[in-house]
């Protein structure tokens, strides 16, 4: 006689449904009759883009980075848009649960950082970014990023 698992008997009785929710994103952009609020996450999402190219701009030839885009990944959470990092430049882009997008940013000695805190202080990146203090713990996070999103390495 097999003997059965609790997990396997609670998911024979009461299986999962493998559909997942809908990213934040999505909703956001079907709520096009807030007009203001669409207008604010386009602008926010094509500036983060911009930044992106700047810090590109800036990277020495043979820098490694990571950059994923999470808009059509249903793999990762439903909040998360698009990451970058460098190993001293973070920057991520999530559509929190208000539909508002919005920007973690994280510096690490980093040789462009008044070039990109320039760029932030227009609308609407003044009021769409937060800055995290990781620089105790950013070459580790760096590190580890190289080593679990393997998929996702590039050099510039």
């Given at each position: 006689?097999?003997?059965?698992?609790?997990?396997?008997?609670?998911?024979?009785?009461?299986?999962?449904?493998?559909?997942?929710?809908?990213?934040?994103?999505?909703?956001?952009?079907?709520?096009?009759?807030?007009?203001?609020?669409?207008?604010?996450?386009?602008?926010?999402?094509?500036?983060?883009?911009?930044?992106?190219?700047?810090?590109?701009?800036?990277?020495?030839?043979?820098?490694?980075?990571?950059?994923?885009?999470?808009?059509?990944?249903?793999?990762?959470?439903?909040?998360?848009?698009?990451?970058?990092?460098?190993?001293?430049?973070?920057?991520?882009?999530?559509?929190?649960?208000?539909?508002?997008?919005?920007?973690?940013?994280?510096?690490?000695?980093?040789?462009?950082?008044?070039?990109?805190?320039?760029?932030?202080?227009?609308?609407?990146?003044?009021?769409?970014?937060?800055?995290?203090?990781?620089?105790?713990?950013?070459?580790?996070?760096?590190?580890?990023?190289?080593?679990?999103?393997?998929?996702?390495?590039h050099i510039h």
């Amino acid at each position: 006689m097999k003997e059965l698992k609790i997990g396997e008997i609670i998911q024979q009785h009461f299986p999962l449904s493998p559909r997942r929710g809908t990213k934040r994103w999505v909703t956001a952009e079907r709520r096009k009759n807030y007009n203001p609020h669409h207008i604010q996450n386009v602008a926010t999402e094509t500036d983060y883009h911009r930044v992106i190219n700047l810090a590109k701009s800036f990277m020495q030839p043979g820098e490694t980075y990571f950059e994923r885009d999470y808009k059509h990944d249903q793999s990762e959470g439903l909040f998360g848009m698009h990451c970058f990092m460098t190993s001293t430049f973070y920057w991520r882009l999530d559509c929190k649960f208000t539909y508002d997008y919005c920007i973690t940013l994280a510096f690490n000695n980093c040789p462009y950082e008044d070039a990109i805190r320039e760029y932030l202080r227009a609308y609407p990146l003044d009021r769409a970014v937060l800055e995290l203090d990781l620089k105790a713990e950013f070459d580790d996070k760096f590190k580890a990023t190289l080593n679990i999103q393997q998929g996702y390495i590039h050099i510039h």
